[in-house]
């Protein structure tokens, strides 16, 4: 079993920055592939960006040139940076990884609200 716990959310004014934080915890070892969503209300949640344990990242595009995924394998913690958010940015984020038997772990979500 995986625990994973974010961290980072807040409020924040239209052009302004964010860094999110998830530490996993439990069968740490077993984790590949980590990533975050997020969905805002009335709307599926969505992916933000992924990234393997090797370090391959991949972003929606409504990430791409504005937000930077992480991750830290000795402390088994992923991040996600966010820069020039915009008030559609606001949602809850929840990350989520993956085990070698390709079973997801979710968060609990942590909250970001843009205001314009």
Known sequence: ??????????????GGSLRLSCAASGSIFSINDMAWYRQAPGKQRELVAV??????????????GRSTISRDNAKNTVYLQMNSLKPEDTAVYYC?????????????????????
């Open 1 to 14: 079993q995986v625990q994973l716990v974010e961290s980072g959310g807040g409020l924040v004014q239209a």
């Open 51 to 64: 990234i393997a344990r090797g370090g391959t990242t991949n972003y929606a595009d409504s990430a791409k």
């Open 96 to 116: 989520a990884a993956w085990d070698r038997r390709s079973r997801a772990y979710w968060g609990q979500g942590t909250q970001v609200t843009v205001s314009s």
